[in-house]
């Protein structure tokens, strides 16, 4: 197969398992590892991309198309789809090379007859790609914003709700963003030691810069294949989104301490965790299948925590073993994603107004269990990488009233670099980063302390 096949290819499993695009591309990159970096890269960008801007590629297919894009065959709709994406969003690859392709693939895959419905269209939409015309955003300004941004109409309306315009637009805006790889460098390294590593890196072509939130998080930029970069198998850096960084910064982790992480693979936040212990006390990493498991002890492994112990574990099952154990207990549980779709694209085509309510359930029940395992006295550090005030503000309000915890103040836990509006949210104890108005994925983080003189496991009161 070509590489705009195997583009194709992982856009129908997609749409004949409703699967993840991230997991799928893996699977698929892995597969054709023999290939050049850049034809790798065409392959994840094309597929991104297209899967990203879909509803717009349908927007705009259906304004030149006579068959909409929903009555296409299924190849026929991928494979207009993908040439869609080229043609509008990627400018080194020639229309007329986009075109040609596209009628060969027709013809190999048995669609004969419509080479000239496919050629047609899409050099009409080449011709037409500078003066497209898209919903009237002082008529129809929600629509305008899911057309232009690809956000599911009902997920615009609700940010709007929530946000207001304005931020809605940041947000929506930020998810179609390339975004850069973030790492965690080891708060060990001296000052040359970090300059040596970083001259490594660029070196090897990477463009590094550095985050105004947090002086050890660093970007890279032309980052393909982490893995290979000079100090990764050293234990030098672990990648991690700020969001995450701040959460752990957040929970206050002094030496010593025994720190429970429930939720934990692929291990970002323990690992932190870990080093923020020094090499003393310990932190215990769960999470629900072994292949997750195994992917945190590899990180382990290769940063060097041995106060860190990774296993399987289901944190809706109660283990009176860890009643009451950890000084805090970091519980960063499922959610609806919505605050990293840029980093996800196909999460806004899963989630559904039913599974936003579902996902309170869940997350009620883990909680009810991190409840119980923090010592009196303790820290429960909630976080969500979602932007949803149901699953955020409202469940850790609903964790302060059903067990004996208090809001709690982080804000010298904290850096000074973050903007006045967050250091000001974080001095009542809870902190919703926004994409696009924040420089982060859109995370939410709440620190909870539990009420010295309560005693025995905590139990829901509702």
């Given at each position: 197969m070509n590489l705009r096949e195997i583009i194709i290819e992982i856009l129908l499993e997609l749409e004949r398992t409703d699967g993840y695009l991230n997991l799928l591309l893996a699977d698929v990159l892995d597969k054709y590892d023999y290939l050049e970096p850049k034809e790798k890269a065409f392959i994840k960008r094309a597929a991104e991309g297209t899967v990203e801007r879909r509803i717009q590629l349908d927007y705009v297919l259906d304004g030149i198309s006579k068959v909409p894009?929903?009555?296409?065959?299924?190849?026929?709709?991928?494979l207009m789809r993908m040439s869609a994406y080229q043609i509008l969003f990627m400018e080194a690859v020639p229309d007329a090379a986009v075109c040609n392709e596209a009628v060969k693939l027709a013809k190999k895959r048995k669609f004969a007859s419509l080479q000239g419905y496919v050629n047609g269209v899409l050099r009409n939409l080449s011709r037409r790609k500078e003066t497209l015309v898209y919903p009237d955003a002082e008529k129809e300004p929600i629509l305008a914003l899911s057309v232009r941004y690809s956000m599911p109409l009902w997920l615009t309306e609700f940010f709007e709700h929530i946000y207001g315009r304005e931020i809605t637009e940041k947000m929506l805006s930020a998810f179609?963003?390339?975004r850069p790889v973030t790492v965690r460098l080891e708060e060990t390294l001296s000052e040359q030691e970090r300059k040596n590593l970083i001259s490594a890196w660029e070196k090897k072509g990477v463009a590094v810069s550095g985050h105004p939130y947090l002086s050890y998080a660093v970007r890279l930029e032309k980052a393909e294949g982490i893995r290979h970069l000079p100090g990764y198998e050293e234990g030098l850096f672990a990648v991690q989104d700020v969001s995450s960084m701040l959460a752990v910064e957040a929970a206050g982790i002094m030496p010593g301490q025994t720190v429970l992480d429930l939720c934990a693979a692929p291990g970002g936040?323990?690992?932190h965790a870990a080093a923020?212990?020094?090499?003393?006390g310990k932190v215990l990493s769960y999470d629900l299948t072994e292949a997750k498991r195994s992917r945190m002890e590899e990180n382990r492994r290769r940063m060097g925590r041995d106060n860190m112990e990774t296993a399987v574990g289901d944190a809706r099952v109660f283990r009176e073993e860890l009643c009451q154990s950890a000084d805090v207990v970091l519980a960063d549980v499922p959610c609806s994603g919505l605050g990293v779709i840029g980093r996800k694209p196909d999460i806004k085509y899963h989630v559904s107004e039913q599974s936003l309510k579902e996902i309170t359930t869940l997350q009620k029940e883990i909680l009810q269990n991190a409840a119980a395992y923090v010592k009196p006295g303790g820290i429960l550090l909630y976080s969500t990488c979602t932007v949803n005030p149901q699953e955020n503000e409202a469940m850790a309000e609903w964790l302060c009233r059903a067990?004996?915890?208090?809001?709690e103040g982080m804000g010298t836990c904290l850096p000074e670099g973050l903007p006045g509006e967050l250091r000001e949210a974080a001095g009542k104890g809870m902190v919703q980063l926004l994409p696009g108005v924040h420089e982060t994925d859109g995370f939410f983080f709440a620190r909870l302390r539990r009420v010295e003189n309560s005693s025995g496991p905590a139990q829901s009161g509702g």
């Open positions: 894009v929903g009555k296409m065959k299924p190849f026929i709709r991928a179609l963003e390339r936040k323990s690992l923020k212990l020094g090499g003393t067990f004996p915890f208090v809001q």
